[in-house]
């Protein structure tokens, strides 16, 4: 049986934020923050937002789960941080004028969804080796990962 768009039973989540809107200066702590670096990993919206996403992981990972059904776990977690008080927004800042902006909802489920599947094949392979009784570990002097040494 396969899915389509549209499905009536998992119809596809409607974007409700548009992106683009006011200029935000201070982003509060329910905010997600769209780049790279400290700053934005160590945001306290951000830290939140990864706990989220890590929780529904194996979920969203599972050889069970149908595409429909990942798109909503990404739109769940992405209305989640939205429904917070004070609401979270999903902001990326304007390097020119450094102030941020609202990249709307269609980006923020893009952005889950990637964050849903990073590290995915690792992820898979500690599940396996979990399942099959293989916990890591390694005989004593052996690294199960490579150093870089």
Known sequence: EKEHRGNRL???PRPKIPAGGAPVKAPTNNDVLSGRG???NGHPGNKRYRTLVNSMKAEYL????????KTHIAANIAWTIRQSNPPGRFLKVDASTGMWYEIGDKAA??????ALRENSSEFRTCW???LA????????????????V
């Open 10 to 12: 998992f119809p596809s």
């Open 38 to 40: 400290g700053g934005v």
């Open 62 to 69: 599972s050889s069970k789960t149908r595409k429909t059904q």
């Open 109 to 114: 489920f893009r952005k889950t969804g990637q």
């Open 128 to 130: 396996r080796n979990m």
């Open 133 to 148: 009784g293989d916990h890591g570990d390694a005989p004593e002097g052996k690294s199960s990962k490579r150093s870089g």
